[in-house]
Nanobody
Framework: QVQLVESGGGLVQPGGSLRLSCAAS????????MAWYRQAPGKQRELVAV???????NYADAVKGRFTISRDNAEKTVYLQMESLKHEDKTVYYC???????????WGQGTQVTVSS
């Protein structure tokens, strides 16, 4: 079982940048497919970016070209670099982990991103 702890959220002005981190413990981090989701109040949780244990990354259309997901298997950490932030990016961001061939997702507690001038 893996535990996930997000950090790096905060207040940023439109056009600004933030880097979210998700530290994992337990499990074999390198085999997990990692992802970032976000969920606004009253809305469904949506996938933002995915970085598999092997293979290429994928992004939601709304963040392509602005967000970059990466991972450091030695540090057991996945990152989400967010550039050119917009008001609509304001929400809670969650890290998730999934073992290959499993349907179970592990979740972190979330980190709030606020975009405001």
């Amino acid at each position: 079982q893996v535990q996930l702890v997000e950090s790096g959220g905060g207040l940023v002005q439109p056009g600004g940048s933030l880097r979210l981190s998700c530290a994992a413990s337990g499990g074999i981090f390198s085999i997990y497919n990692m992802a970032w989701y976000r969920q606004a109040p009253g809305k469904q949780r949506e996938l933002v970016a995915v970085i598999p244990s092997g293979g290429s990354t994928n992004y939601a259309d709304a963040v392509k070209g602005r967000f970059t997901i990466s991972r450091d298997n030695a540090e057991k950490t996945v990152y989400l670099q967010m550039e050119s932030l917009k008001h609509e990016d304001k929400t809670v961001y969650y890290c998730s982990a999934k073992r290959p061939f499993s349907v179970h997702l592990y979740w972190g507690q979330g980190t709030q991103v606020t975009v405001s001038s």
